[in-house]
Structures are given as structure tokens and as C-alpha cells.
């Protein structure tokens, strides 16, 4: 889709993974207590308003989308062609699932190229997503004396660093 310039679409991909995370530690914040029975309606409600309102979104994008693409349709019947080509079209039946769209027609390179990135992803974002709550579980122990808010903070900080180095590496 991008060929050469994918770099930058992926990258800001996973900024946006660190600016996601950083702003849901910033909403549950202030929920955060000691008691055993804490009152999480609150935040849950606020998460499923956000999940609607992304749904909508999508849902009016496709509207719109299927909209335009049948504008096009009645259009392009509406064209008067003078010259018909008498040569078969050989459309060749590949899935957009397939390895060999991602490998330039080749399967083997296309499996490789796909196990490789889907790994490093599970990894890349494993490692961000378990050490948080491993911070967030060190800085609670007894020995530091850390509140749950200067934890969150301190978690809040960590996404933020990791939104801040991704931009930086988009330059």
C-alpha cells in the first residue's frame, strides 16, 4: 500500500498505541483506591461512551464510502465506450490474506516476511504493555513507599517518554 514509505504509517501507529495508553492511565487515575470494593462504574462508563462513539465513527466512514463507490458505479455506466478491447482480462484470484500479497508474488518470502513482523510486534508491544504494569506493580511495594497516585504518575510519565522517543524517531 505504502511500498517504500511504510516506515512512517507504522511508526505512528504505535505512537498512537503509547498516546492511547498514556491518556487511559490519565481517565482511570482518578479512580485508583486502596479499598477492595472500589466503585468502577464510573470508569467503565466512560470507556463504553468512547467504544459508541468510535463505532459510530466507523459506521458513518463505511455509510459514506458505500455512498461514494455507488456515485462512481452510476457513472462509470453512464460512459459511452467507442473502443472494447477483444483481449481477456487474467485476473489472477488472490486473497488480500495471502503471503503472497505481502511478498511480491512470492509465498515463501511473503510467509517469512509476515511471521517475522506479526512476531515482532507481539513482542515489541508484549514487552511495552507488561513492563508498565510490572513498573506500576514495582513502585507499589512496601520498601518505597509510593502512593497509588505517584504510581500512576509515574506510569502516566512512562507513556508519555515512549510517545516522545517514537516522534522523535519519525524525523
Not at 504505535?14 to 481517565?27: D, E, F
Not at 511471521?115 to 511495594?141: A, E, P, Q, V
Request: aromatic fraction near 16%; glycine fraction near 6%.
Amino acid at each position: 500500500m505504502w511500498n517504500v514509505n511504510v516506515a512512517a504509517p507504522l511508526s505512528a501507529a504505535h505512537v498512537g498505541y503509547g498516546v492511547g495508553a498514556m491518556s487511559i492511565n490519565l481517565l482511570v487515575r482518578p479512580f485508583l483506591t486502596t479499598e477492595i470494593k472500589a466503585n468502577i462504574f464510573i470508569p467503565y462508563s466512560i470507556t463504553t461512551v468512547l467504544c459508541v462513539l468510535i463505532a459510530v465513527g466507523h459506521i458513518f466512514f463505511y455509510y459514506r464510502t458505500l455512498k461514494t463507490r455507488q456515485q462512481t458505479s452510476v457513472v462509470q455506466q453512464e460512459v459511452d465506450y467507442v473502443v472494447v478491447s477483444t483481449e481477456a482480462v487474467q485476473n489472477e484470484n488472490v486473497s488480500s490474506y495471502s503471503p503472497r500479497t505481502c511478498g511480491q508474488g512470492s509465498f515463501q518470502y511473503g510467509l517469512i516476511s509476515s511471521i517475522l513482523f506479526i512476531s515482532s510486534i507481539f513482542f515489541i508491544l508484549g514487552n511495552d504493555t507488561i513492563f508498565s504494569k510490572f513498573f506500576f506493580t514495582f513502585l507499589k511495594f512496601d520498601r518505597f513507599k509510593i502512593s497509588t497516585g505517584t504510581a500512576s504518575w509515574s506510569i502516566i510519565l512512562y507513556w508519555l517518554l515512549f510517545s516522545v522517543r517514537l516522534i522523535i524517531i519519525l524525523q
